[in-house]
């Protein structure tokens, strides 16, 4: 097990501490990273996310069987830093119950939240967050998929793609254009359920880190007003404050998979035998290690600074924009000395290395990529004035 000291850091409360520890032993006797058949694994996993009780922190609000009132900030990103250790799918089960149904749980109505919730908290329902589109990725508010209102009914056309637990899913929270003002103010939210005629998976996506994902096609597909999430023309806000929730849970995953990387590393380092002694000893091997913890822990540090500041109730879009960043780049960066130190052998398919080598290259471009990250930073800064 990697080194946990960091749960002793000020920003955790010791409820944290204990569950990141039950959720280790946890996972250590439930997952394991050969998976098969993916979309049978992915709802094999959220249903015994859900049946032992860790998918309660993926929703808000004790009344639908959530954890607590609101998302604790700190136990989503310590869940996902101990599942992407263990399995990278593990942590994309547990991460999309939470996206995909955040946006009911901040502003679904008590039929929507009391309809939706406890099924994806017992991993019973499994939810999809369809935001982007073939030409709106980076450039979101240029989404052209649309809901037309007629009478008691919206009549959607279009496409969304890149949807993650695309053709498993059995709802799907989809932004789409109603026209109310240009641009974002002109957007609403909507939840479709898998079988509502008109919607059909178009295409199936096969990913370098193989899950659930497809675009999705909408044709004709009529959706009674009561499936609007929050009020028309507000969905673009709802979408980013969905995100601004889970961004820094994207920190904690590439965090995750940074510690597996470094374990395994170590543990190379330590046994293989060369040049007369093991690969350790060689001062070129400890100037790597040393970089690699580092890494991980500036990384660590910007990302539980940005969750528990969320959860005293600050504004975290500066911070959890650096975490996203820090996190993925230098994650990307540590599983790649990691290959380095298993030499050939870190390349062969399957290798724990290896699949950490593909698990975390999309961490650096969903959710907003690094270089949308950049521009936050830099907006939130310049608009300081100082
Ligand atoms: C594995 C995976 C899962 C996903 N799951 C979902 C999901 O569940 N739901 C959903 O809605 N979407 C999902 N996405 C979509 C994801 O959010 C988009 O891929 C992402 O927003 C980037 O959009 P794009 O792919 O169209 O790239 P583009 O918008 O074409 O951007 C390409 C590149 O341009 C660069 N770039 C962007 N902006 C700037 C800038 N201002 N200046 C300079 N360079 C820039 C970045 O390097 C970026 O990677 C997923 C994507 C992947 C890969």
Same mark, same amino acid.
């Given at each position: 097990?990697?080194?946990?000291?960091?749960?002793?850091?000020?920003?955790?409360?010791?409820?944290?501490?204990?569950?990141?520890?039950?959720?280790?032993?946890?996972?250590?006797?439930?997952? $394991?990273?050969?998976?098969?058949?993916?979309?049978?694994?992915?709802?094999?996993?959220?249903? &015994?996310?859900?049946?032992?009780?860790?998918?309660?922190?993926?929703?808000?609000?004790?009344?639908?069987?959530?954890?607590?009132?609101? +998302?604790?900030?700190?136990?989503?990103?310590?869940?996902?830093?101990?599942? @992407?250790?263990?399995?990278?799918?593990?942590?994309?089960?547990?991460?999309?119950?939470?996206?995909?149904?955040?946006?009911?749980?901040?502003? =679904?109505?008590?039929?929507?939240?009391?309809?939706?919730?406890?099924?994806?908290?017992?991993?019973?329902?499994?939810?999809?967050?369809?935001? $982007?589109?073939?030409?709106?990725? $980076?450039?979101?508010? /240029?989404?052209?998929?649309?809901?037309?209102?007629?009478?008691?009914?919206?009549?959607?056309?279009?496409?969304?793609?890149?949807?993650?637990?695309?053709?498993?899913?059995?709802?799907?929270?989809?932004? @789409?254009?109603?026209?109310?003002?240009?641009?974002?103010? #002109?957007?609403?939210?909507?939840?479709?359920?898998?079988?509502?005629? =008109?919607?059909?998976?178009?295409? *199936?996506?096969?990913?370098? %880190?193989?899950?659930?994902?497809? *675009?999705?096609?909408?044709?004709?597909?009529?959706?009674?007003?009561?499936? !609007?999430?929050? /009020?028309?023309?507000?969905?673009?806000?709802? /979408?980013?404050?969905?995100?601004?929730?889970?961004?820094?849970?994207?920190? /904690?995953?590439?965090?995750?998979?940074?510690? !597996?990387?470094?374990?395994?590393?170590?543990? !190379?380092?330590?046994?293989?035998?060369?040049?007369? =002694?093991?690969?350790?000893?060689?001062?070129?091997?400890?100037?790597?290690?040393?970089?690699?913890?580092?890494?991980?822990?500036?990384?660590?540090?910007?990302?539980?600074?940005?969750?528990?500041?969320? &959860?005293? #109730?600050?504004?975290?879009?500066?911070?959890?924009?650096?975490?996203?960043?820090?996190?993925?780049?230098?994650?990307?960066?540590?599983?790649?000395?990691?290959?380095?130190?298993?030499?050939?052998?870190?390349?062969?398919?399957?290798?724990?290395?290896?699949?950490?080598?593909?698990?975390?290259?999309?961490? !650096? +471009?969903?959710?907003?990529?690094?270089?949308?990250?950049?521009?936050? +930073?830099? *907006?939130?800064?310049?608009?300081?004035? %100082?």
């Amino acid at each position: 097990m990697s080194d946990t000291s960091y749960l002793n850091w000020p920003f955790f409360a010791p409820h944290h501490g204990e569950l990141s520890r039950r959720l280790d032993a946890w996972a250590g006797l439930h997952l $394991s990273a050969d998976h098969g058949d993916v979309d049978a694994q992915c709802r094999a996993l959220v249903r &015994d996310l859900g049946r032992d009780g860790w998918l309660t922190h993926a929703v808000a609000g004790t009344d639908v069987g959530g954890a607590g009132q609101v +998302i604790d900030t700190r136990a989503i990103c310590l869940i996902r830093e101990t599942l @992407a250790r263990h399995d990278g799918l593990a942590d994309f089960a547990f991460a999309m119950q939470g996206l995909g149904s955040g946006a009911i749980s901040l502003q =679904g109505s008590p039929e929507q939240r009391q309809r939706y919730l406890p099924r994806v908290a017992r991993g019973e329902a499994i939810a999809a967050f369809a935001l $982007s589109e073939p030409d709106a990725g $980076s450039d979101v508010a /240029a989404l052209s998929c649309s809901a037309r209102a007629e009478g008691d009914s919206y009549v959607r056309e279009g496409q969304k793609t890149w949807i993650s637990n695309g053709g498993i899913a059995d709802f799907y929270v989809v932004f @789409a254009r109603t026209g109310e003002a240009p641009g974002s103010r #002109g957007i609403s939210a909507f939840i479709v359920d898998a079988d509502t005629p =008109g919607l059909s998976i178009a295409e *199936r996506i096969e990913v370098i %880190a193989p899950h659930p994902l497809a *675009r999705l096609a909408f044709d004709n597909c009529r959706i009674p007003a009561s499936q !609007r999430l929050g /009020a028309a023309g507000e969905g673009f806000k709802l /979408a980013m404050r969905t995100l601004d929730v889970f961004r820094t849970s994207v920190a /904690a995953a590439a965090l995750g998979f940074a510690r !597996r990387a470094l374990d395994e590393a170590l543990a !190379r380092a330590r046994s293989r035998q060369m040049f007369g =002694g093991v690969l350790a000893d060689l001062q070129l091997t400890q100037a790597k290690l040393a970089q690699m913890a580092t890494a991980i822990d500036s990384a660590a540090l910007l990302t539980y600074r940005a969750a528990w500041q969320r &959860d005293q #109730g600050q504004a975290v879009t500066r911070e959890a924009a650096m975490a996203k960043m820090v996190a993925t780049e230098n994650a990307q960066q540590v599983i790649d000395a990691a290959v380095q130190i298993w030499g050939g052998l870190g390349v062969v398919s399957q290798m724990p290395v290896e699949r950490l080598y593909r698990d975390i290259r999309a961490l !650096r +471009i969903y959710e907003g990529a690094t270089e949308v990250q950049q521009l936050i +930073i830099a *907006r939130e800064l310049l608009k300081g004035g %100082a």
